[in-house]
Nanobody
Framework: QVQLVESGGGLVQPGGSLRLSCAAS????????MRWYRQAPGKERELVAG???????NYADSVKGRFTISGDNSKRMVYLQMSSLRPEDTAVYYC????????????????WGQGTQVTVSS
């Protein structure tokens, strides 16, 4: 079984910075994609950033130039460095991975964390 735990969320002033972390535990043989999603009240969950095992990244237009995603496969960690935060960045942020957990199972599966609250307010 695989478990993802997010941390680093909290209250920050507009223009401030925050770093989110996601730790994956359990048997993980290979990770193809690591992502961060977020969901604000009354809105659909949206993709914020993603990174492949090869280091290729992608970002939502709303966070380009402000957020940076990074991962450490050896430590089973994924991070989201957020800067120049705005009130509209307020949301619950979720960690996501697509991983293979056993050699006898060729297919990859998806796993989600419980989420961490980020509130941007003065």
């Amino acid at each position: 079984q695989v478990q993802l735990v997010e941390s680093g969320g909290g209250l920050v002033q507009p223009g401030g910075s925050l770093r989110l972390s996601c730790a994956a535990s359990g048997t993980i043989l290979d990770i193809s994609v690591m992502r961060w999603y977020r969901q604000a009240p009354g809105k659909e969950r949206e993709l914020v950033a993603g990174i492949t095992s090869g280091g290729i990244t992608n970002y939502a237009d709303s966070v380009k130039g402000r957020f940076t995603i990074s991962g450490d496969n050896s430590k089973r960690m994924v991070y989201l460095q957020m800067s120049s935060l705005r009130p509209e960045d307020t949301a619950v942020y979720y960690c996501y991975i697509n991983a293979k957990t056993a050699t006898w199972v060729p297919a990859f599966r998806t796993y989600w964390g419980q989420g961490t609250q980020v509130t941007v307010s003065s």
